[in-house]
């Protein structure tokens, strides 16, 4: 059992950044990820890193403006978003991808194959 807390959210205007941290309650060699929902829409992959840091995704929406990291030693993984857009607008989740899943890069995107979720932090971008 992981717990994951995400925090860092907020309001900021179009064009700002905002850094996401994401904890996990105990050391795990579990593959992570960002999620969003808007109200309204589906739950999208954002990002995904493979535990060694090697393996890294993103949605093509964000290439370019989000970076994701991790931090082993502090059972962290970061989203740094620059150049926000209003359509970055939505409830933001961690999560830990279903080991055996994170081999095949298809899998990460895909939200029924993560077994651990955060209870999700705000973030609004204003225009």
């Known amino acids: 059992q992981v717990t994951l807390v995400e925090s860092g959210g907020g309001l900021e205007q179009a064009g700002g950044s905002l850094r996401l941290t994401c904890v996990a309650s105990r050391r795990n060699s579990y593959g992570m990820a960002w999620f969003r929902q808007a109200p309204g829409r589906e739950r999208e992959f954002v990002a995904g890193i493979s535990w060694t840091g090697v393996n890294i995704y993103y949605v093509d929406s964000v290439k370019g403006r989000f970076t994701i990291s991790r931090d082993n030693a502090k059972n962290t993984v970061d989203l740094q978003m620059n150049s926000l857009k209003p359509e970055d607008t939505a409830t933001y989740y961690c999560?830990?991808?279903?080991?055996?899943?994170?081999?095949?890069?298809?899998?990460?995107?895909?939200?029924?194959?993560?077994?651990?979720w955060g209870q999700g932090t705000q973030v609004t971008v204003s225009s």
């Open positions: 999560a830990t991808i279903i080991d055996g899943l994170a081999r095949t890069a298809y899998n990460w995107y895909k939200v029924n194959h993560y077994d651990y």
